[in-house]
């Protein structure tokens, strides 16, 4: 039988979730890193949501993540990382527990303007024992704190990750997920050593 690529010349391929608090940019972070054209399932606010969906801090948000957005980035020959984003909204949280099944790792993206909205997504990851890098998305209008600043306020383990980054810069979002990749390699190496 003839086989035209070797199998050691195939990338590995590994899920990983956006997820966090709504309104706080994982679409934007999907759609800006990812090198294939992302599918988005965004949807217009309607008066509907009035008294659902809490828009404090996002009043101009007009659209909303109902299902959720996918990419793909490779990171070298090696390596590609499949992304689904999250929807933010309470009523759609239930399809969380459908898309971390076989993810490998999370970016938890936070707004220092709302940062209690994080506090939910990292204790779903936590809860289920997949690990997850801070990313604060640093939008023009929140004051800049410091990651150390950043995780005391979140109270993460000093192991975990929390970096900086803009959501809209494709660099930006290629970092955190290289800074992810290295924190998922680095447990893996420490739980067999």
């Known amino acids: 039988m003839h086989d035209n690529?070797?199998?050691?010349d195939l990338a590995a391929s590994v899920k990983i979730l956006v997820a966090g608090g709504?309104?706080?940019?994982?679409t934007t972070m999907v759609s800006s890193v990812s090198e294939i054209a992302p599918l988005r399932t965004e949807e217009?606010?309607?008066?509907?949501?009035?008294?659902?969906?809490?828009?404090?801090?996002?009043?101009?948000?007009s659209t909303t993540t109902v299902a959720l957005d996918f990419?793909?980035?490779t990171l070298d020959e090696s390596l590609v990382l499949y992304l689904f984003g999250t929807p933010g909204q309470d009523r759609?949280?239930?399809?969380w527990d459908e898309l971390v099944r076989g993810a490998l790792g999370a970016v938890v993206l936070a707004d220092t303007r709302r940062l209690?909205?994080?506090?939910a997504a990292i204790d779903f990851f936590e809860r289920r024992g997949v690990s997850f890098t801070i990313a604060v998305n640093c939008f023009?209008?929140?004051?800049?704190?410091?990651?150390?600043?950043?995780?005391?306020?979140?109270?993460?383990?000093a192991g975990t990750p929390v970096v900086l980054c803009d959501a809209r810069d494709r660099d930006?979002?290629?970092?955190?997920?290289?800074?992810?990749?290295?924190?998922?390699i680095a447990k893996a190496s420490a739980s067999v050593a």
């Open 22 to 26: 709504f309104g706080v940019g994982k």
């Open 44 to 61: 217009m606010i309607t008066e509907l949501s009035t008294g659902i969906d809490d828009l404090s801090g996002v009043e101009r948000k």
């Open 5 to 8: 690529a070797p199998s050691g």
């Open 172 to 184: 930006s979002c290629k970092s955190v997920l290289i800074t992810l990749v290295e924190h998922l």
């Open 116 to 119: 209690e909205n994080s506090f």
């Open 71 to 73: 990419g793909r980035i």
């Open 92 to 95: 759609f949280w239930f399809l």
């Open 140 to 157: 023009d209008s929140a004051h800049a704190y410091t990651t150390d600043e950043v995780r005391e306020a979140l109270d993460v383990d």
